[in-house]
């Protein structure tokens, strides 16, 4: 039963800091786009990335 004395605060504790990272994720509109990043994956890129010629390879050995 005395244990109960401190561990009721600790969990209010707990859930209060819970809600508060919550609420700053929400108010940070980290929740605004769930389903973007996944979708973007299956986009190409607009311009390919250079290619390194053959000599600029050799010149680095």
């Known amino acids: 039963m005395e244990s109960l004395i ?3 605060p600790i969990a209010v504790i707990i859930v209060a800091v ?6 700053w994720a929400v108010d940070n509109d980290q929740f ?3 389903e973007g990043p996944a979708h973007s994956i299956l986009f190409d890129d607009d311009k390919p990335a250079p290619r390194k010629s053959k000599q600029s390879v050799t010149k680095q050995k």
């Open 32 to 34: 605004d786009d769930l």
């Open 6 to 8: 401190i561990l009721i």
């Open 18 to 23: 819970a809600v508060k990272i919550f609420l």
